[in-house]
């Protein structure tokens, strides 16, 4: 900030040179008062741009101004340009008589920029004051009229008529004040003695002098001056010239002699002995940058000389001679600084664009980027390019004013980010550089819809699991960025399948919650579909079909049929004394509403007495006599038939059966204990089993009337083709029927009441191959091969 006065020159420079060329850019002027309040209209841009106000946001209209704080602002409704932050001309532009801002206003569709100068205009704020607060002057009485005595200068940050413009002394006898003007319309004053003074009779004399600036109102500041009459001394020391004048280059040596100052003093003796100083003038030090030898008056250089901080100093010095009291002599010394190229150029980027669409047209502006140089003629022109193969190229606009465009194609997929390296070289001897490396962006558009892993997705859910728990999490990712990558999902509701009722998906995380809990035995399987949709404008979706197969639970213990009931009443089945080993004596069968193992079945005998004389098929339930009756063995046998599932857990239902031995042949006869029965006899279980024995019945006569069909018309070698069918008969009676892709078990036994047929159908999800059979043993062989690890389901049907 405190560098925008010197470049003020420039400007006007510049300004006139921009005038005769053919290429000149436009220039706006403006001036406005400083300490304006918010919201001042400086001027009325969309006139002066030649705009109407409709094209003022259709052409996106914005104000850089380069500055730390935003001090203008555009109404867009009206045009007018108004000031947007308080505005301190004493801080913007200290110590300088122009203060102007320099804005920039771009317009786009098409590009244009416009530079803006605003004048800030002072006003009279700021008060004049001094930097001490009392001034102590030693006089001899001794002093003639007519001597002079340099006061401190009051300083006023305003400038022009709100300045410092008059100086005041309070009314006395001896002293009067001359203002005197200098070059640079600065004032300084000076205490001239009228009266010779008279130290016995005062021996000090205090005034007040008053600095008043030349504004409306007018401000004032004062300074106390004590002025202590001394006897004797009364010559003063006298420079051998009233104004030093010297050069010196910056950056010059520490230590390096700048001058020597020679000062003389018609006194004798002590009186004319001197001692050399710096004068303070307001609130420059210049013993900060130069040191004085008090005896000798050489001056030589304290610290680094820059040009771009002070381009000349004004330096004031005395000489103090050592009499009683000591007189003082002053002098002006005005030391001019030579500028040496010693600073580097610097690259200011401004209106840099976040991000730049990779399907942006050639030509499109980027950003803005000034050069600048603190160092003055050739050593502050610098020129600015571009270094590297980057598709970017800079546009002159005027001066040291570029604009980086795009000039070539953007690909994001290939390069999403480029670091563009701007160098700018002056035109010192010898010249210096700097490097600015400004990333810019490749945004991305939407051009890549999501994709699923997978188009079709198998989730597994077991049977009874809790409501509002995530089954499975879908996932689609898409090339893209930002909201053009930022996938929701939703399920596609099946107006002939409520999905919706049985699962939800949380849209933003894929999972998937199941809103009931599913039971295998009323559905085995449902399948929805998935779509994922991105942010993108607009937006690209893809689907996904999901299969969700529920998994069987062991949650259904066997229920035994009649005519048998279960534990907990005792059934009843007679057998003759006569009766052989292998004996028929009865049939348990049971059927279980889970599949697969959780309802294959085994049947035991769980009574360690009643296995003596009894075993019991395991797979088929049937109860037979180990050997011939004795006279030992008792006349009623108590069984208790346990029948177990496969399932983890296993669950088990319980029969009580009390065989009894009869003598007579003619008595024996099947008894069945009766259970009561409800009303609602017919319950859902003997509804299913009556359809299913039905169905198998129907199936089977219809299986043996096909391959006899088959065998009577056609040849051993066609038929062969179609791998006929084998019937195996099996020594307790039972028929084996199986083809390649099915088997069914047909078992009868010799007595007709007790008959079933258990059929094995292929199972769903289907498996490579399955067989099942019984034997005449009562074993059960099976080999069967099972996809993703899921158990068969077997149902087990009752003739």
């Known amino acids: 900030m405190a560098a925008l006065g010197r470049y003020d020159h420039v400007w006007i420079v510049l300004s006139v040179l921009l005038f005769f060329c053919e290429w000149s850019v436009a220039q706006i002027s403006y001036s406005v008062s400083e300490e304006v309040d918010k919201g001042t209209v400086v001027g009325n841009l969309a006139k002066d741009l030649n705009l109407i106000l409709q094209q003022l946001q259709s052409r996106n209209l914005e104000i850089n101004s380069g500055y730390n704080i935003q001090y203008f602002q555009v109404d867009l409704q009206s045009g007018f340009l108004c000031v947007n932050e308080r505005i301190d001309r004493e801080e913007l532009c200290p110590n300088t008589v122009k203060c102007s801002l320099n804005v920039e206003a771009m317009l786009s569709h098409p590009r244009d920029l ?352 809790p409501t509002d728990r995530v089954i499975h999490t879908v996932t689609a990712t898409d090339a893209d960025l930002g909201n053009n990558a930022k996938v929701t999902y939703t399920i596609i509701n099946d107006v002939s399948m409520p999905v919706l009722s049985m699962v939800n998906i949380n849209s933003e995380t894929g999972e998937l919650v199941c809103l009931q809990s599913f039971n295998y035995e009323e559905k085995k399987t449902f399948q929805f579909k998935v779509k994922g949709i991105d942010s993108g404008a607009p937006s690209l979706s893809s689907n996904a079909t999901v299969n969700v197969f529920i998994l069987d639970e062991n949650d259904n213990s066997p229920g035994i049929l009649a005519p048998y009931s279960e534990h907990g009443s005792v059934n009843s089945e007679n057998i003759p004394y006569s009766a052989e080993a292998g004996y028929f004596a009865a049939k348990i069968r049971a059927v279980d509403a889970d599949s697969g193992y959780n309802a294959l079945l085994s049947y035991h005998i769980s009574e360690p007495k009643g296995t003596n004389l009894f075993r019991i098929g395991t797979s088929t339930g049937e109860i037979r006599t180990k050997r011939r009756m004795s006279d030992n063995d008792l006349k009623t046998h108590p069984l208790v038939v346990l029948v177990c599932d496969t399932g983890e857990p296993s669950l088990t239902a319980t029969l009580s059966l009390d065989v009894v031995v009869v003598e007579n042949t003619g008595d024996l006869q099947t008894q069945f204990r009766h259970v009561p029965l409800k009303e609602d006899s017919l319950s859902a279980l003997n509804l299913y089993l009556l359809i299913a024995i039905a169905s198998v019945s129907v199936i089977f006569l219809l299986s043996l009337v096909s391959l006899i069909a088959v065998k009577c018309h056609r040849t051993d070698n066609s038929f062969s083709r179609y791998s006929a069918p084998m019937i195996t008969t099996h020594p307790d009676g039972s028929w084996s029927y199986s083809k390649s892709t099915q088997q069914y078990d047909v078992c009868f036994s010799s007595d007709t009441l007790k008959s079933d047929v258990v059929v094995f159908p292929p199972q769903f999800p289907p498996v490579d191959g399955e067989l099942i059979s019984i034997n005449g043993g009562d074993t059960l062989s099976r080999t069967q091969t099972l996809p993703n690890h899921e158990k068969v389901r077997i149902k087990h049907i009752i003739l």
């Open 114 to 465: 416009r530079r803006i100068e605003i004048d800030i205009l002072d006003v009279n704020d700021n008060s004049p004051y001094f930097m001490d607060e009392v001034k102590i002057i030693d006089l001899t009485e001794s002093s003639y009229p007519g001597e002079r005595y340099p006061l401190p200068t009051a300083h006023d940050v305003d400038i022009g008529k709100n300045s410092v413009k008059a100086y005041k002394l309070t009314h006395n006898e001896h002293f009067s004040l001359d203002v005197q003007s200098s070059g640079d319309s600065s004032l300084s004053a000076e205490l001239v003695l009228q009266k010779s003074l008279d130290r016995e009779k005062q021996a000090v004399i205090t005034l007040t002098l008053t600095a008043v600036d030349g504004g409306k109102p007018p401000r004032s500041g004062t300074l106390q001056i004590t002025v202590n009459v001394m006897d004797v001394n009364d010559n003063s020391p006298v420079f051998s010239q009233s104004l030093y004048k010297a050069q010196i280059v910056e950056n010059a040596e520490i230590g390096a002699t700048l001058l020597t100052l020679s000062a003389t003093d018609l006194d004798d003796g002590v009186n004319s002995e001197l001692v050399y100083s710096f004068a303070a003038k307001g609130r420059v030090d210049p013993s900060d940058t130069f040191s004085l030898n008090e005896e000798t008056g050489v001056i030589t250089i304290k610290s680094n000389i820059d040009f771009e901080e002070n381009k000349a100093y004004d330096i004031r010095v005395q000489a103090k001679d050592k009499g009683t009291p000591p007189r003082i002599g002053h002098g002006k010394i005005l030391v001019e600084v030579i500028d040496i190229n010693d600073n580097l150029p610097e690259i200011i980027v401004s209106s840099l664009m976040n991000q730049v669409k990779e399907d942006a047209e050639l030509g499109t502006v980027v950003a803005l980027v000034t050069v600048t140089d603190r160092d003055g003629g050739k050593n502050g022109h610098a020129n600015c390019r571009i270094t590297g193969s980057v598709p970017f190229k800079l546009k002159s606009n005027y001066k040291n004013y570029y604009s980086l465009l795009v000039d070539g194609d953007l690909d994001r997929e290939s390069v999403s980010q480029y670091d563009v390296t701007i160098t700018a070289t002056d035109e010192g001897s010898p010249p210096l550089s700097s490097t600015n490396v400004i990333t810019v962006q490749v945004s991305d558009v939407n051009d890549n819809p999501p994709r699923f892993p997978h188009p079709v997705i198998n989730v597994y859910v077991k049977e009874n699991s």
